[in-house]
Antibody, heavy 122, light 106 residues
């Protein structure tokens, strides 16, 4: 069974940094890209970024709203993906989801974690 | 960046109804369009990928169509568990963008 579990800080002060982990199981981690999607309270879904599998160079791409503040990385030996987001503001308050990226035709998010709610507040 | 819009933003329907939701992309995205269902308090769930392919485990009453800029998600014989918010998402190019969502109400 494919599983993704997000974990990390849930309350962060403005201006500080956040690091979330996505621990996975049930599939060959190294074969897949991983993505992060967030959802502010009461709002829609926002793609944050993704990291390709090392088969395709392990490179990452990011949304403009977080570019320059974000790093997505992966540890294939531990089957974990990470999201680091710096210089947090209240606008970063959201549920953060980790997703596996399927690619049978185009890219799509075929498995999701349950999400972790991050609140940016002093 | 490619923008995606959805219509309507919300709709009311009854069990057994046929429901259609439209998604439009700001430029041609071939068939690189996915649909997700999100129930309140839960993570989204992939329903349709590549415009018309039913995700494994999704009920056959869900179907998708379209290519280029205009796409449709159709739910036939609406069931109580289908009341949720539906999002389209383009994967033609990054940044991958989601539509604003369509809430299907009872």
């Amino acid at each position: 069974e494919v599983q993704l579990v997000e974990s990390g800080e849930t309350l962060v002060q403005p201006g500080r940094s956040l690091r979330l982990s996505c621990t996975t199981s049930g599939f060959t981690f190294g074969d897949y890209a991983l993505s992060w999607v967030r959802q502010a309270p009461g709002k829609g879904l926002e793609w944050v970024g993704f990291i390709r599998s090392n088969i395709y160079g392990g490179t990452a791409e990011y949304a403009a709203s977080v570019k320059g503040r974000v790093t997505i990385s992966r540890n294939d030996s531990k089957s974990i993906a990470y999201l680091q987001l710096n210089s947090l503001t209240a606008e970063d308050t959201a549920m953060y989801y980790c997703c596996r990226v399927g690619s049978n035709y185009g890219d799509y998010f075929d498995y999701w974690g349950q999400g972790t709610l991050v609140t940016v507040s002093s | 960046d490619i923008q995606t819009t959805q219509s309507p933003s919300s709709l009311s329907a009854s069990v057994g109804d046929r429901v259609t939701i439209t998604c439009r992309a700001s430029q041609s995205i071939s068939s690189y369009l996915n649909w997700y269902q999100q129930k309140a308090g839960k993570a989204p769930n992939l329903v349709i990928y590549a415009a018309s392919n039913l995700q494994s485990g999704a009920p056959s009453r869900f179907s998708g169509s379209g290519s280029g800029t205009d796409f449709t998600l159709t739910i036939t014989n609406l069931q109580p568990e289908d009341f949720a918010t539906y999002y389209c998402q383009q994967s033609y190019s990054t940044p991958f963008t989601f539509g604003p969502g369509t809430k299907v109400n009872i």
